[in-house]
């Protein structure tokens, strides 16, 4: 797959260099102004890296925004320490590598637990807070540990492949996507993912949407959020803290990115 590296090298160059900081150095992508007035820090999912967030990136940054997307441990090009992929370990280096308090945090998938624990350990405090089909519930190791044995045996591994999965993905998405599963050990991840399982933070909705703004955004289907837990969030967050978009798959942001962009704008717009 050495034909790739060009094409991505000139996304990177695009999209500006790392910033490297923590207890085990996170690369962080970095898109906009040091100095611009808002800040959105995202947290990628478990098979993904900082570049999942580029097409979302771009577009904010030409509006007045900064956005830190840090590669997490043992993910893109961050190193993985000594193999420790704690809920402790991973936070303790995101929280060296990005501000505290940004004008908004997202966490996408495993990246919308991290973002919520975040909170609600307080080592972060944003302004709004946008959690994307978030991972906030597994009962059990086994079934995270299923995804990601079914993911490595069977995600395909060409750009094409992974555009014919997800329509809505534009090529630069997919190329971070095939970046992103070049760079990762699927060890790493099962020791993330299925190493920290279970974890229940359903109890915390209405703690979290009482403090600020708050929007969990579902695609219509979610393996991650079913029916019964969308009902709950709704009564215990309020409608309002709910978005479904029925078209989307799992990655929103990708799927559908015009509409996503347009509701983070709404949330930050609340939070101001």
Do not use: C
């Amino acid at each position: 797959m050495g034909w790739l590296r060009g094409p991505l090298a000139t996304y990177r160059a695009l999209d500006g260099g790392p910033v490297v900081s923590g207890s085990v150095p996170l690369n962080v992508m970095s898109w906009g102004a040091p100095d611009a007035p808002r800040t959105l820090v995202a947290l990628h999912g478990i098979t993904s890296n900082g570049g999942a967030m580029t097409e979302l990136a771009r577009p904010l940054a030409d509006r007045g925004w900064r956005v830190l997307a840090p590669d997490m441990r043992g993910h893109g090009e961050s190193g993985r320490g000594n193999g420790d992929f704690s809920f402790d370990a991973l936070l303790d280096d995101i929280a060296a590598a990005v501000p505290a308090a940004p004008d908004m945090l997202l966490g996408h998938s495993f990246g919308g637990a991290l973002a919520q624990l975040g909170v609600l350990s307080g080592r972060f405090a944003p302004q709004a807070l946008l959690l994307e089909d978030p991972v906030s519930h597994f009962a059990d190791k086994e079934t995270p540990l299923g995804m990601l044995n079914w993911d490595e045996a069977n995600i395909t591994r060409g750009i094409d492949g992974i555009l014919e999965l997800n329509p809505g993905w534009s090529r630069r998405d997919a190329a971070w996507k095939l970046l992103s599963l070049e760079q990762m050990a699927f060890d790493d991840a099962r020791a993330a993912f299925a190493g920290n399982a279970p974890w229940d933070l359903r109890d915390y909705a209405a703690q979290l949407a009482a403090a600020r703004p708050t929007v969990w955004a579902l695609p219509g289907t979610s393996r991650f959020v079913p029916p019964g837990d969308v009902a709950r969030l709704k009564a215990e967050a309020g409608d309002a803290a709910v978005r479904i978009f029925p078209e989307a798959g799992h990655s929103i942001h990708r799927d559908e990115t015009d509409k996503f962009i347009d509701m983070l704008l709404s949330l930050a717009e609340l939070a101001a």
